[in-house]
């Protein structure tokens, strides 16, 4: 019978110390990874929450386009503008840019679409809430509203459908106000949002990374100055026309969109 010598002992338990340490490493790591993610989707319901109870809302937001040319420059379209709107089914949303001063007012029945720089307007029939007006934009007529899903009235089920990765990433202060910091993965995009901490978790940045174009562009808009209930101005939706402007078809509507008429859409990777 063999017998180990002390110092293969003293070796043997140092080896074994050292794997169990490692184990208690992993599965902590695990954990936490676990319990990250379980905050992080914690974090984002309670601002889907939040945003859904409020009756009327407004806030003003900067938001930045970024493109990438074929040479492979990335170039960043900036506008500025307000969101207003009454549950279920009112809205009115103001952009002006470099390239395009547009507005959007929906009464819950009509969509009207106003170019004001080009005095021209047009108008669909859409009746129902603004979840519908949100889906038949994109879907019917392929003009889907940037950031829309955060207006939603269940703003977490349309923002976690089929994400494969989430992370909280601790707090960030965005605008002075102190939030925190989430980042999710999808197969053809990536979003990271900063949520206002507190009593009121309303969205104050949003980005979205596209992964099936090269250069991976992103979508930033920042909010400013939320107000909700009877801290919001009343609004009129309905479409007055003051400067008697043209009305148009849809697709006669030309610059209302964030990319400029001479910028050309390439093809995907």
């Known amino acids: 019978m063999n017998k180990k010598s002390p110092k293969s002992v003293k070796i043997f338990v140092r080896c074994m110390v050292a794997v169990a340490l ?4 992993l599965l902590g790591s695990s954990a936490g990874v676990s319990a990250d993610e379980a905050d992080a989707k914690r974090i984002l319901k309670a601002m889907s929450d939040y945003m859904g109870a409020q009756k009327s809302l407004s806030f003003e937001f900067d938001a930045t386009l970024e493109v990438v040319t074929k040479d492979e420059q990335k170039l960043a379209l900036a506008s500025s503008g307000t969101v ?3 549950r279920p089914d009112q809205i009115r949303v103001t952009r002006a840019g470099g390239f ?10 009509t969509l009207t679409l106003l170019g004001k720089n080009l005095n021209l307007y047009t108008q669909l029939d859409v009746p129902g809430t603004l979840d519908h007006l949100v889906d038949e934009l994109r879907d ?15 703003s977490y089920d349309a923002l976690m459908l ?8 601790g707090s960030g202060v965005v605008g002075g106000v102190e939030c925190d910091y989430l980042a999710f993965r999808k197969d ?18 949003y980005v979205i990374t596209s992964k099936r174009i090269s250069g991976g562009p992103q979508y930033t808009v920042q909010t400013r100055n939320w107000k909700t209930g009877g801290e919001v101005a ?33 093809d995907a990777k």
Request: aromatic share 8%; net charge negative; proline share 7%.
């Open 188 to 205: 053809d995009v990536d979003f990271q949002i900063w949520i206002a901490q507190g009593k009121r978790p309303y969205p104050c940045r």
């Open 84 to 86: 207003a709107l009454n």
């Open 234 to 266: 009343a609004t009129d939706f309905s479409f007055k026309n003051p400067t008697k402007a043209e009305k148009v078809e849809l697709k006669d509507l030309k610059g209302a969109n964030d990319l400029p008429d001479h910028f050309m859409k390439g």
């Open 162 to 169: 089929d994400v494969v990765d989430v992370k909280d990433l």
């Open 22 to 25: 490692s184990l208690i490493v």
């Open 140 to 154: 019917t007529y392929q003009r889907p509203l940037p950031a829309a899903d955060l207006l939603l009235s269940n």
């Open 100 to 109: 395009a001063d547009v507005e959007m007012s929906f009464d819950g029945k």
